[in-house]
């Protein structure tokens, strides 16, 4: 299965901007555009905060946020070892497990708003 097609069974509405404060932006997030995007599945409800480089026009749409949703979501469930021996970061950065944590978390986040169908979406062709 494809994810493009996945992604149809998804509903997403879009803001402009983003929850996180500009103080609390990094140096890309605040020359990127922003986004509020609200995935709704089955019922259930996932709202993010969603940056595009500004060489993307219009708003982002549903497969291409689930696609980095997912990729996120995946790093998320190793070890915090091998996420740094994969990303080619040590160990004793913080920086390096404040990112862990966000995928990790990304990872819970997500399988409660795809439920059962988790493993679908993230063992799907990512063809976006």
């Not at 500004?54 to 990729?71: F, W």
């Amino acid at each position: 299965m494809k994810l493009s097609e996945l992604a149809q069974t998804v509903t997403m509405k879009v803001a402009p901007g983003t929850r996180v404060p500009r103080e609390k932006q990094d140096k890309w997030q605040l020359q990127s555009n922003g986004y509020t995007c609200t995935l709704a599945y089955q019922g259930r409800r996932l709202t993010v905060d969603f940056w595009q480089g500004t060489g993307i026009s219009g708003n982002p749409d549903v497969a291409g946020v689930l696609s980095s949703l997912l990729l996120d979501a995946s790093c998320g469930q190793e070890s915090f070892e091998d996420f740094c021996s994969n990303m080619g970061l040590n160990t004793d950065s913080r920086s390096a497990l404040k990112t862990y944590k966000v995928c990790a978390s990304m990872n819970t986040k997500l399988q409660r708003l795809l439920g059962s169908d988790y493993v679908t979406f993230l063992s799907a062709e990512n063809d976006v």
